[in-house]
């Protein structure tokens, strides 16, 4: 079955940086893009971007993009997403996500999540 | 990219319906018709409800459905249930390849 396996629990000082991995198993990893998701303690899910895992493009919300990239592996079956110059606001839990593979236009197949904690 | 409205919080008792409502622009619900909803259990990764605004996935209760009118979506829940205690949160596609959630309902059931 199609299944999504995140990278472990991170803790980065601010100024650092963090790369989370999404590794992708059950069906062909170029065919579907990667959504990449996080949502802060106590507050709403955000949207991130995405990246086409079959040709590298990438698209960023407003929010994300200069400091984020999304990256993919294809041998590996994995993506990845890298967070730099990390804030206090940026802890959060991270998520990867699938869009449309079983035939439902939503995010129907999602990571376990990756909680990232930016503390001095 | 302005997050979709929502009530911070709606509540019901066990057997009673409850709807939570989603207000977007002409630019997101009002233009696709992509608005899906999704349960968040605390802990938990977020699990899909509803997609393309009324159609349920495999496997979810028909105790659960969407609708839509202009530029506000809702999702009802009916014979409400201890176990739909949870976050819930609803989400539109908004054009050129953007997505934007909702601020999330808290669904107590007493």
């Known amino acids: 079955q199609v299944q999504l396996v995140q990278s472990g629990a991170e803790v980065e000082k601010p100024g650092a940086s963090v790369k989370v991995s999404c590794k992708a198993s059950?069906?062909?990893?170029?065919?579907?893009?990667m959504h990449w998701l996080r949502q802060a303690p106590g507050q709403r899910l955000e949207w991130m971007g995405w990246?086409?895992?079959?040709?590298?493009?990438?698209k960023f919300s407003q929010k994300s993009q200069g400091r984020v990239a999304f990256t993919t592996d294809t041998s590996a079956s994995t993506g990845y997403m890298e967070l730099s110059s990390l804030r206090s606001e940026d802890t959060a839990v991270y998520y990867c996500?699938?869009?449309?593979?079983?035939?439902?236009?939503?995010?129907?197949?999602w990571g376990q999540g990756t909680m990232v904690t930016v503390s001095s | 990219q302005s997050a979709l409205t929502q009530p911070a919080s709606v509540s019901g008792s066990p057997g009673q319906s409850i709807t939570i409502s989603c207000t977007g622009t002409?630019?997101?619900?009002?233009?696709?018709?992509?608005v899906s909803w999704y349960q968040q259990h605390p802990g938990k990764a977020p699990k899909l409800m509803i997609y393309?605004?009324?159609k349920r996935p495999s496997g979810v209760s028909n105790r659960f459905s969407g609708s839509k009118s202009g530029n506000t979506a809702s999702l009802t829940i009916s014979g409400l249930q201890v176990e739909d205690e949870a976050d819930y949160y609803c989400?539109?596609?908004?054009?050129?390849?953007?997505?934007?959630f909702g601020g999330g309902t808290n669904l107590a059931v007493l």
């Open positions: 996500a699938l869009y449309d593979i079983s035939g439902y236009s939503a995010f129907d197949i």
């Open positions: 059950g069906y062909t990893f170029t065919r579907y893009s």
């Open positions: 990246i086409n895992a079959g040709n590298g493009k990438t």
């Open positions: 002409s630019g997101d619900v009002g233009s696709y018709n992509l």
């Open positions: 393309e605004d009324t």
């Open positions: 989400c539109s596609y908004a054009g050129s390849g953007i997505v934007v």
